[in-house]
């Protein structure tokens, strides 16, 4: 696997998770690709109050469904969850907390920086990096 998409901040894309298996390719990091129409590139840390939100807009998250080896997730749990989502998520109040060195770059297409800064949960080697 080549890990040469980078993260919002400009540097390689880290992991999100690997257990629970997450991604798009289900090799634990947010990378994207064509057919990932729904852009699953934001690596966020699963509350009660997100997976709330994504279940009542027809998004059960904690639900398991081997078929598509999917766990189910828990408070917790980091997931690359779709942009689209983790914004409509934001602008409803209950957005995740964001892993940005493990969010990819493609999500910028969708949300802002200064939005998936503001729910940081990683602190970069350097911090003058979030000004950027």
Same mark, same amino acid.
């Given at each position: 696997m080549t890990m040469d998409e980078r993260n919002v901040l400009g540097g390689d894309l880290e992991g999100c998770s690997v257990d629970p298996l997450t991604g798009w390719f289900r090799d634990g @990091?947010?990378?994207?690709?064509?057919?990932?129409?729904? @852009?699953?590139t934001i690596c966020a840390v699963m509350t009660d109050e997100f997976l709330a939100h994504q279940r009542s807009i027809g998004n059960d998250l904690t639900a398991p469904r081997p078929q598509f080896h999917f766990p189910g997730l828990s408070p917790g749990d980091r997931w690359c969850v779709t942009a689209p989502n983790w914004l409509r998520a934001h602008r409803d109040g209950v957005a995740a907390p964001v892993v940005l060195a493990a969010t990819n770059e493609a999500a910028l297409e969708v949300v802002p920086l200064e939005v998936l800064q503001a729910y940081a949960v990683d602190v970069p080697d350097d911090p003058g990096a979030l000004d950027r």
């Open positions: @990091s947010c990378r994207t690709g064509p057919d990932d129409l729904g @852009s699953h």
